[in-house]
Every structure is written in structure tokens, then in C-alpha cells.
């Protein structure tokens, strides 16, 4: 059956994000992720764009890094991994360099104080 979803506007959901406590972050964007694009996502508060995903093409992450980075956006990447029933993708199949992991904690830390740590 069909159900209707409730939508609400990009900004809204980035609102959403942040009250939560979270980085807004485009997931897998593809080529949809142009210049202009980005620049008016981080106008709304937009904190991320995930750069390294699996389906992306080798080209693609490279020229996206250089669009988040002029936007003065955070990477982000991931395996996007739902399960076994995944084909040939794997949990933790899409590595994700440390600094950019470091750069996200920093950037909540900022917004909203140190990180809890469990002893």
C-alpha cells in the first residue's frame, strides 16, 4: 500500500539535525553534488557532504572533496551497508581517512561542547 510521507524543506531537516545533537550530511549525492549545489546547502546550514561512498565512481570522490572543501564543508564517507542481502558491499568495505573522522568530532565539540567518552 501507499503510504504518503510528510515533507518538510532541506533547512528544516538540517534544523532537525542539529537540535538532535548531529552533523547535517548529505549522503551519497553522485554528480548532483555541483558547486552551486552545495554552496546553497551550506547557506542552510549544511555541514557535510559524503565524499567517499562505494558507488561512486573513481573520478568522483576527488572533484567532490574539492567542492565540499571550497564550500568549507566537512567530508564524510561510508559503506552504506544495509545487510547481507548488500551484494558486494561489505560493513566497513568504504575506508574513510582518521583526520576527517577527527575534523567531524571537532565540529560537534563545537557546537556543543567536548564529546561524552566512556572510561
Do not use: C, M, N
Not at 554528480?31 to 549545489?37: C, G, K, L
Not at 564524510?76 to 583526520?99: F, I
Amino acid at each position: 500500500a501507499y503510504v504518503d510521507k510528510p515533507r518538510f524543506e532541506v533547512a528544516d531537516g538540517i534544523a532537525l539535525v542539529h537540535r538532535a545533537g548531529g552533523l547535517a550530511v548529505w549522503a551519497h549525492p553522485g554528480e548532483d553534488a555541483t558547486a552551486a549545489r552545495v554552496a546553497t546547502l551550506a547557506a542552510a546550514g549544511l555541514d557535510g557532504v559524503e565524499v567517499l561512498h562505494p558507488s561512486h565512481p573513481p573520478y568522483l570522490s576527488p572533484k567532490l572533496f574539492g567542492v565540499v572543501e571550497a564550500a568549507g564543508l566537512l567530508p564524510s564517507g561510508g559503506s552504506d551497508w544495509h545487510g547481507t542481502h548488500d551484494g558486494p558491499r561489505r560493513l566497513g568495505g568504504q575506508l574513510v581517512p582518521k583526520a576527517w573522522l577527527d575534523w567531524q568530532d571537532a565540529a560537534v565539540s563545537a557546537r556543543h561542547g567536548p564529546l561524552a567518552t566512556t572510561p
